[in-house]
T-cell receptor, first 114, second 113 residues
Framework: GAGVSQTPSNKVTEKGKYVELRCDPI?????LYWYRQSLGQGPEFLIY????????DSGLPNDRFFAVRPEGSVSTLKIQRTERGDSAVYLC????????????FGEGSRLTVL | ELKVEQNPLFLSMQEGKNYTIYCNYS?????LYWYRQDPGKSLESLFV?????AVKQEGRLMASLDTKARLSTLHITAAVHDLSATYFC?????????????FGTGTLLAVQP
């Protein structure tokens, strides 16, 4: 597609449940990023992929969070045993490798944990 | 660890006035980005600044970068209501090696008629 696509746009779940958030980057963009944005805050880095591998996962808050990108295109962010503090907007972005570094963001997935 | 600070955090201004938003960062980097975010929407890229002394202008907005001072400014000229949004600066934490951006906390701009 023309832009970064994220699904679902909204997800409401109960505490303790498992959640998957999907990101489809701009065609041809080899770099993919996940950020988390809480209300009134700037986006917080979670993980970065270059191709299929996670080049930097230093922002993942704990081992309940995991992300994959098996074929170097679509990525899935997985959250196990969700907690109320996980409620946020999860933003995905993509960019061209060795480019200006400009990130192109999707509309985000709003996660609410009850 | 790279830290990015913006000020002010909130700016209420009248239409027609000028103002500047400041972005300071804590470690060396020569790549800085400005984004705009409307309520409930995603981030829209405004400016990409890739060297010391870089200046970019688009309409009523002008951004500049001083890498020696670790400072970027976003100047608003003759503000209009349509500019009301939250503005974020972001710094490349590794000088372009990974495009991993660290964002500031944002400046909420409200332009009053």
């Amino acid at each position: 597609g023309a832009g970064v696509s994220q699904t679902p746009s909204n997800k409401v779940t109960e505490k303790g449940k498992y959640v998957e958030l999907r990101c489809d980057p701009i065609s041809g963009h080899t770099a993919l990023y996940w950020y988390r944005q809480s209300l009134g805050q700037g986006p917080e880095f979670l993980i970065y992929f270059q191709g299929t591998g996670a080049a930097d996962d230093s922002g993942l808050p704990n081992d309940r969070f995991f992300a994959v990108r098996p074929e170097g295109s679509v990525s899935t962010l997985k959250i196990q045993r969700t907690e109320r503090g996980d409620s946020a907007v999860y933003l995905c972005a993509s960019s061209l490798f060795r480019s200006t570094g400009e990130l192109f963001f999707g509309e985000g997935s709003r996660l609410t944990v009850l | 660890e790279l830290k990015v600070e913006q000020n002010p955090l909130f700016l209420s201004m009248q239409e027609g006035k000028n103002y500047t938003i400041y972005c300071n960062y804590s470690t060396t980097s020569d790549r800085l980005y400005w984004y705009r975010q409307d309520p409930g929407k995603s981030l829209e890229s405004l400016f990409v600044l890739l060297s010391n002394g870089a200046v970019k202008q688009e309409g009523r907005l002008m951004a500049s970068l001083d890498t020696k001072a670790r400072l970027s400014t976003l100047h608003i000229t003759a503000a209009v209501h349509d500019l009301s949004a939250t503005y974020f600066c972001a710094v490349d934490s590794r000088g372009g090696a990974t495009n991993k951006l660290i964002f500031g906390t944002g400046t909420l701009l409200a332009v009053q008629p």
